[in-house]
């Protein structure tokens, strides 16, 4: 049976297709879209008409045939549903690393990547850039894509479901105070990346949250920044940061400065985005006056301020609410690094032996 194409109809300005003698709607042209066109005697559908077309040819078991369909079609349906179930950042993040491995391998058909593929992948990208966080989130869309694939009967079923990803790293990273300011010397006061880390130091916020923070998202009577923040869509709960005085300042300059859109913006004018942001730190790790370390990262303030709260004492459920977390154990797990903070534990240790005779 000859797989059914998308037509236009102009009277109603929409797309549709006939399957088993029966007109199927596609949906509406997109108003800002050009008019369509016919090329070869086909249509041309823009690209939400292709995904609603593809999704119904699976539904009807009336997919191409694996061997002839190739990866692009498929990444770019699987980022038109992607985009309606996560974060707009996380639907980019997908996107980077499909297009990557599309890159290397552009005419294999998704039912024929092997484990071969994935390996010479990621090794290759390993030499240039990749760490063993980066190789697992890899691997892990790759395999997202394929499921979906497989769901939608794209292709008979995931190749590589049981290839194994390398654990997941523990990030474990923090800086002492000396490294801070040190790092916070490299930029004068009313520095645009200065007052990202300051925001950063004093709030332990993610740096993709705070990126994202506008004048609208600030409540000064409250003292607080209401966002939305890495768990939103799935809890509908805001992400509430709370502000002590050097935040406070600091947001009504930048709120004052930028009444619309981003508070946070670099020396363009431009929203700070993560890779710029990125780019910062490796600048400074291949300098060698400055000698910053290979392992800090933007992230690395977050740890470190749910490690130096912890330490001057602040319930550990306190500050799980303040990191933004529904219950401790994240917290624990991830940023209670105090082992690392040796003359804290050192007094600790003294303390519990205060008042001991010899």
């Not at 506008?214 to 768990?231: C, E, H, Y």
């Amino acid at each position: 049976m000859k797989a059914p194409k998308p037509w236009y109809r102009s009277q109603t300005k929409a797309w549709y297709i006939q399957v088993d003698g029966v007109q199927r709607p596609l949906g509406k042209h997109p108003a800002k879209e050009p008019p369509p066109r016919k090329e070869g005697g086909d249509w041309k559908p823009p690209r939400d008409i292709v995904a609603a077309w593809h999704r119904l040819m699976a539904g009807e078991g009336l997919a191409a045939p694996a061997r002839n369909l190739l990866l692009g079609g498929p990444i770019e349906h699987f980022l038109v549903d992607a985009a309606n179930a996560v974060a707009p950042e996380t639907a980019a993040w997908y996107r980077r690393f499909l297009a990557d491995f599309e890159a290397r391998f552009p005419k294999l058909p998704p039912a024929e990547i092997a484990p071969r593929h994935v390996r010479a992948w990621v090794a290759a990208e390993r030499k240039k850039r990749w760490g063993q966080s980066s190789q697992r989130s890899a691997i892990t869309i790759l395999k997202r894509l394929l499921n979906w694939a497989a769901e939608n009967r794209l292709i008979p079923a995931n190749p590589i479901e049981d290839y194994e990803k390398p654990a997941a790293t523990v990030r474990d990273r923090v800086l002492s105070a000396d490294e801070r300011g040190r790092i916070l010397a490299w930029y004068l006061e009313g520095d645009p990346f200065r007052d990202f880390l300051v925001a950063m130091m004093e709030s332990g916020i993610r740096p993709g949250e705070a990126i994202k923070v506008t004048a609208a998202d600030v409540d000064f009577a409250q003292g607080v920044w209401v966002i939305a923040g890495k768990t939103t869509a799935r809890t509908g709960k805001d992400r509430v940061v709370y502000m002590n005085p050097t935040l406070l300042e600091l947001t009504r300059r930048l709120a004052a400065r930028h009444p619309d859109g981003p508070i946070f913006r670099n020396a363009d004018g431009n929203p700070w985005t993560l890779q710029a942001i990125n780019c910062r730190f490796r600048r400074k790790k291949v300098r060698k006056s400055d000698r910053l370390d290979d392992d800090v990262t933007a992230y690395v303030y977050r740890h470190s301020f749910a490690t130096d709260a912890l330490e001057n004492g602040v319930p550990d459920a306190t500050v799980a609410e303040l990191m933004g977390h529904s219950g401790t154990a994240v917290l624990h797990k991830h940023y209670s690094k105090l082992r690392e903070k040796r003359e804290h534990l050192r007094r600790a240790a003294e303390q519990a032996t205060k008042g001991r005779g010899d």
